[in-house]
């Protein structure tokens, strides 16, 4: 019973013990704790700083566009901007016998030499004052050594100099790197291709400010990726949780040569021709494929540059170019041919009391429609009208109908931004439609249009009357391979009958190869024949004086068309059309013709 007693008082004691001593053990932890927290918290929160892990979104490598030939257009290029950590421990890393200071003296030599930007001895105090004090980084980066952007080719240059050619734990070297988009091709088609708002390092949701890197901008962008990043051993190491997926690759259709045919064949004439602006679109007949798109401003005389893009966004009257739409649907009804001789008067005549003109008197008091057609006479296409549909509202209501029939303003969804659809009104949609409406549509006025939609409707003439979606982008493409290529879009109808389109045909070439043709030896090719149509619409007067809007707009080779074209031009000092724009279509033609031979 005794020792029983012994062996619980002893263990009574034990415990006591071993209690005293662990509550003891916890108040010296607690102290060390609160100590450590007031007497060194700055040091411990450095330290964890240091280590502090970061999340972050990045978006994938922003996709290149290509042309149709696969020629890179606009690509992401590398640029850096280049700082030095001065406060790593240069002797402790191997540096050899060779001094910091002599080293550093050479690269800023060195710096000097190649980019001149600070002199040597200037620079060389700098970086030796923040050595010397061994100082913080100034920055996330380091002190920066050049204010310029580096392009790659520069950078591998710094990289061959002292120090930089160290491993940066020891040279102090750090490198902020982003991507800088740009046109290979120095601008050309700037419009059509487009910009970017900033670098692809930015995390606005749209990159595309215009052009095919805005419509494209989400093919091209990818997604973003979420990544962990954190410093170990003084280096900050990036890991992804949800990699980035890069852009897409976009091609197009434009064949960089024959842009630069156009491009060259424009600017040329628009410094002669003292125009205020220029554009152009070159497309393929059978495929609607855009070849070529060029808009171009004259800043003033002799500069010129790229414009925005006119050729898709200006709607305006398209003058005597819409004279063979009134013709086509006029055709259509049967009661007229290209035989029809109607009365013209020598080019003057009055229409529900308005005077019209054609360009200048001549002696004939009649003209065959074909005649009239070559000549672009406004009279004589005022007289078809009221001689196919009459005068009342009867008439205009069914020509009304049958402009619409043709397809001419059905919407074109081209995969850039901003394209202005035409504005055709309809007969009961417009409350001042009168007696002169119908023969002002007949020579282009009171309505709009832009370029595009006018070489859709020539190009629909060209390839049979089917109706073919012209369009910029061809494919797609991720890691080298398609991942989507985009089909040919046609009619499934002609815009008229094969009779009708026989006979719009003979006369578009007519206007090009009849002596009386009014693009006569300016758009015509000994090479191979040309069809197409002249347009002047007036645009806006100038101390009295009327400006216009000049065109031409046509295929080739008439025959067995392969490629269409528009020509236009906003205010030259005189309305040369055939010249001016009929001799631009010309070069290009047969430029493109003797380089497709050559291939």
């Not at 002599?102 to 000097?112: I, K, M, T």
């Not at 008067?345 to 529900?352: E, R, T």
């Not at 398609?482 to 499934?492: H, I, M």
Request: net charge neutral.
């Amino acid at each position: 019973m005794s020792d029983e007693r012994n062996n619980h008082k002893s263990l009574h004691r034990w415990a006591v013990f071993f209690g005293a001593a662990i509550t003891a053990g916890f108040v010296y932890t607690v102290c060390v704790y609160v100590s450590l927290l007031v007497n060194e918290r700055d040091k411990y929160l450095n330290v964890i700083q240091s280590n502090e892990v970061k999340m972050f979104e990045k978006r994938g490598r922003r996709g290149n566009i290509y042309d149709c030939r696969g020629r890179l257009i606009s690509a992401s290029l590398p640029e850096y901007e280049i700082y030095m950590d001065l406060t790593v421990d240069y002797n402790q890393k191997g540096a050899g016998r060779d001094s910091f200071p002599s080293r550093l003296e050479r690269l800023c030599q060195q710096l000097s030499a190649r980019f001149g930007e600070e002199t040597p001895e200037h620079l060389y105090r700098r970086l030796m004052t923040s050595y010397r004090r061994n100082d913080k980084r100034r920055n996330d980066h380091g002190v920066r050594l050049l204010n310029r952007i580096l392009s790659f080719e520069e950078m591998q240059e710094v990289l061959q100099m002292p120090l930089l050619n160290m491993n940066p734990s020891c040279g102090g070297l750090v490198v902020k790197e982003r991507s800088n988009r740009e046109n290979l091709f120095g601008g050309m088609a700037n419009r059509v291709i487009g910009a970017v708002y900033g670098s692809d390092d930015t995390t606005h949701l749209r990159l595309g400010r215009y052009g095919i890197e805005q419509s494209m901008d989400r093919e091209l962008s990818g997604t973003k990726g979420v990544y962990v990043r954190q410093r170990v051993g003084g280096k900050r190491i990036a890991e992804p949780i949800v990699p980035a997926i890069d852009g897409s690759d976009v091609v197009l259709t434009l064949d960089m040569d024959m842009q630069d045919v156009c491009e060259c064949a424009l600017r040329e004439r628009l410094a002669v021709s003292g125009a205020r602006s220029a554009f152009m679109i070159l497309m393929e007949v059978e495929t609607g494929e855009i070849k070529a798109m060029v808009n171009l401003v004259q800043e003033k005389p002799g500069v010129i540059a790229q414009g925005t893009n006119m050729a898709l966004a200006m709607n305006n009257q398209p003058g005597s170019t819409f004279k063979t739409v009134c013709l086509m649907a006029a055709l259509e009804t049967g009661e007229c041919d290209s035989s029809t001789v109607l009365l013209v008067n020598g080019g003057h005549d009055k229409f529900s009391g308005e005077d019209v003109y054609d360009s200048h008197f001549y002696p004939e008091k009649y003209l065959p429609l074909s005649a009239v057609m070559a000549r672009s006479s406004n009279v004589g296409m005022a007289r078809l009208m009221e001689t196919v549909y009459g005068k009342n509202r009867a008439a205009w209501r069914e020509f009304s109908e049958d402009i619409g029939k043709l397809g001419y303003d059905d919407s074109i969804p081209i995969e850039i931004i901003g394209s202005a659809r035409p504005v055709i009104h309809r007969y009961g949609e417009y409350e001042k439609w009168s007696g002169n409406t119908m023969t002002g549509m007949s020579r282009g006025y009171g309505v709009q249009s832009s370029a595009l939609y006018t070489l859709n409707f020539y190009n629909a003439i060209a390839n049979d009357g089917y109706y073919v979606q012209p369009h910029l982008v061809s494919a797609l493409r991720r890691g080298g391979e398609f991942v989507k290529e985009f089909d040919v879009v046609k009619s499934r109808s002609r815009m008229c009958s094969r009779g009708t389109l026989e006979q719009v045909r003979a006369m578009l070439e007519g206007v090009v190869n009849r002596p009386d043709g009014t693009a006569y030896r300016f758009a015509s090719s000994e090479l191979f024949p040309v069809a197409g149509k002249t347009g002047t619409a007036r645009y806006e007067m100038v101390n009295g004086e009327w400006k216009y809007q000049i065109s031409f707009v046509g295929y080739f080779p008439a025959d067995k068309p392969r490629y269409s074209a528009i020509v236009v031009l906003m205010c030259p000092d005189k309305a040369y059309t055939g010249m001016y724009c009929g001799g631009v279509f010309r070069e290009v033609a047969e430029t493109v013709w003797s380089m497709n031979q050559a291939r």
